[in-house]
């Protein structure tokens, strides 16, 4: 088949657009109060000389009190480098942003599949974990989801 063709079949294979464009739309609504937690740590950020920046469909912040948020604040030991909230990101500056995006992006496609039930089920799994004797953080199957799609494949 000529690369023309095989293009027009996919096309017509796919979805309509505003079938894509309808679904796009509640996937935001769907993952909006998850985001609308996210959202509140922009003026935070801005107000406290921190840094804010779009990157695909994510806002990114970092710096300022959301470093000091993440580092004094989330029960991990050490604090954690970035955190992902909807379509809002925290990290702790712009290198760990870029450095762990992939992972965080795995995250944001959870929250579009999870909605509102995101951050409970989040925490849910790690306390389950913590029942069972486990790591609350490293064995969250979230996390875990976000290691394996993004380890490379060998
Ligand atoms: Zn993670």
Redesign the pocket.
């Known amino acids: 088949m000529q690369p023309r063709m095989q293009t027009l079949s996919l096309l017509r294979a796919s979805e309509p657009l505003w079938f894509h464009e309808v679904r796009t739309v509640l996937k935001y609504l769907w993952a909006f109060p998850t985001t609308a937690v996210g959202l509140l740590f922009v003026p935070l950020a801005i107000m406290t000389r921190g840094q804010w920046q779009v990157v695909g469909n994510v806002i990114e912040i970092n710096g300022g009190a959301v470093q000091w948020f993440l580092r004094a604040c989330v029960p991990i030991a050490g604090g954690a480098s970035a955190m ?1 909230l909807g379509h809002v990101v925290l990290g702790t500056d712009r290198h760990t942003l870029d450095r762990t995006r992939e ?2 992006r795995v ?1 944001v496609r959870q929250v579009e599949r999870w909605g509102p039930l995101f951050i409970p089920a989040y925490f849910l799994a790690g306390a389950w974990q913590w029942f069972r004797g486990r790591n609350p953080y490293r064995d969250n199957p ?2 875990r989801a ?1 290691r394996e799609e993004t380890q490379p494949r060998t």
């Open positions: 992902t992972h965080e995250h979230f996390e976000a």
